[in-house]
């Protein structure tokens, strides 16, 4: 089993090219099932989750490969349609955002059966809007032996849903389901993230009839068909946070390549409360950290365009050294602040209750051995290790792949003194 291992304090300078989105990806490569002809999508990250979900593909009846494609390396080709509409338990379990081929599944072929995705190391994640929301949809749902079992008798016809929390899966779903259907389908309450524009504007190129993404109010214009095209899956933006909290907790400046810079904004103004100064360009951004690390004082997760969930564990890695005491309110997930024991394995000074979460400055982290307990809380723990000082090694890389591409290849290439084991 493979380890991280950072010497610290580690400051950084260099440069890194963000690569494609995992939460675009996903749902992108599920909608490939919609799809007649052949899909080519380029930034495609080279992710576990992708290969996870790239193997449900495979299992549905598609093609799906990893080839060069006119000028683009590595891109993702998929071809080909369902012959099965059954996602077994074991492939459900790996990875619980696979839910998202129910409203593809539906939408093509007009059944669906899928073993319920469970929890997982964040919170019971459940579904209980997505299968509301197929209802209004004319889909029928029996659950049983811990199957959901869903056909659409008539067909997906199209209707008015509101969300009564910006869920982002059960927004990915209902676009899913009701892109080829009869009649519009309206969604109130939509999640507004920025992977939400991305499906939107995938299905759009593939023929679907979709505004208002990014956006609460979202509509669907249900039409007979969708067929493949190329496309470029856009730049992560919690990859993109990671890097500037490294950059912040351990001293340095760096630049980021292919940057989404507008989707960054929502945490801009923590990383600047914090002491570090950045500068935006078109595609990149520049950071540079301050000597001495300010708090951010108070940090809540919220739904897009609030302070994404996804960054809170790395920022809360960073504030660990800030000058003074920062709140963090986790409102999103009910069980995500298990990077906390890990960070105080290194020094940090936290205390949790609840949601909320207080993180008293220390002026230094030591090295020790850690181990990631999900994606971000691992993100979080290279984020302290490349502050600390003395030696620190990371377990858990099965999580940390699921979301980074080669950890270790961005941070040494931002000049953090990292390596794999
Ligand atoms: C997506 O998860 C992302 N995953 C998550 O990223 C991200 O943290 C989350 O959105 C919020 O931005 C992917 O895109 C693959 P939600 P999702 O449905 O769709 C509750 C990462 O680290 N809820 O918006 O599951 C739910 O319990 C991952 O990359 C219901 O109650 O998020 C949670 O408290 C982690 N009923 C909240 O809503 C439902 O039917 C947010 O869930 C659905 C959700």
Same mark, same amino acid.
């Given at each position: ?56 593909? !495979? ?24 012959? !099965? ?24 072929? /007009? ?20 299968? %509301?929301?197929l209802r !209004?949809?004319g889909v029928e749902i029996n ?6 079992i869903c056909t659409a008798p ?26 080829? %259907? ?24 593939? /023929? ?7 956006? %609460? ?33 351990? /001293? ?123 994606? !971000? ?45």
């Amino acid at each position: 089993m493979s380890v991280l291992v950072i010497e610290g304090p580690s400051p950084l300078c260099g440069e890194v090219v963000i690569h494609g989105a995992k939460n675009s990806a996903l749902p992108i490569l599920a909608a490939s099932v919609l799809l007649k002809g052949e899909t080519a999508l380029k930034s495609c990250p080279k992710l576990s989750d992708v290969e996870a979900t790239a193997k449900i593909l !495979r299992h549905l009846g598609f093609k799906c490969v990893r080839q060069n494609y006119r000028d683009e390396k590595n891109a993702v080709l998929i071809s080909g349609y369902p012959k !099965r509409n059954e996602i077994p338990h074991y492939m459900m379990r790996k990875m619980r955002s696979s839910v998202v081929f129910l409203g593809a599944l539906l939408g093509r072929t /007009g059944e669906a059966k899928l073993s319920f995705p469970g929890g997982c190391d964040i919170g019971a994640r459940p579904i209980d809007l997505h299968l %509301s929301s197929l209802r !209004r949809l004319g889909v029928e749902i029996n659950e049983k032996h811990g199957c959901i079992i869903c056909t659409a008798p008539k067909g997906i016809i199209g209707d008015y849903i509101t969300l009564s929390f910006p869920s982002v899966g059960a927004t990915e779903n209902i676009m899913l389901a009701s892109a080829i %259907s009869k009649g519009t389908t309206v969604i109130e309450n939509a999640a507004r993230e920025p992977e939400i524009i991305d499906l939107a504007n995938f299905l759009n190129i593939c /023929g679907a009839k979709i505004s208002g993404q990014g956006e %609460s109010t979202l509509i669907i214009e249900g039409v007979s068909s969708l067929y493949g095209c190329e496309y470029r899956i856009m730049p992560d933006r919690i990859v993109a946070a990671t890097y500037i909290a490294c950059c912040g907790a351990a /001293g340095g400046e760096i630049v980021l390549r292919n940057s989404p810079n507008q989707y960054i904004l929502p945490m801009l103004s923590v990383f600047e409360d914090a002491g570090c100064v950045l500068s935006i360009y078109k595609n990149s951004i520049y950071v540079k950290a301050p000597k001495k690390l300010l708090s951010p004082q108070m940090i809540r997760t919220m739904p897009y365009p609030g302070f994404p969930t996804d960054a809170q564990a790395q920022v809360m890695a960073m504030a660990a050294l800030a000058e003074g005491t920062t709140v963090f309110v986790e409102n999103i997930f009910e069980n995500r602040f298990q990077h906390i024991p890990e960070l105080v394995r290194l020094g940090a000074k936290i205390k949790a209750e609840g949601k909320v979460a207080i993180v008293e400055g220390v002026k230094n982290l030591s090295g020790a051995f850690v181990k990631a307990p999900d994606l !971000r809380a691992g993100a979080a723990l290279v984020t302290a290790g490349l502050a600390a000082g003395g030696i620190t090694t990371i377990g858990g890389l099965e999580y940390i792949d699921r979301g980074y591409e080669s950890i270790e290849r961005d941070v040494s290439m931002l000049g953090g003194k990292i390596k794999r084991i």
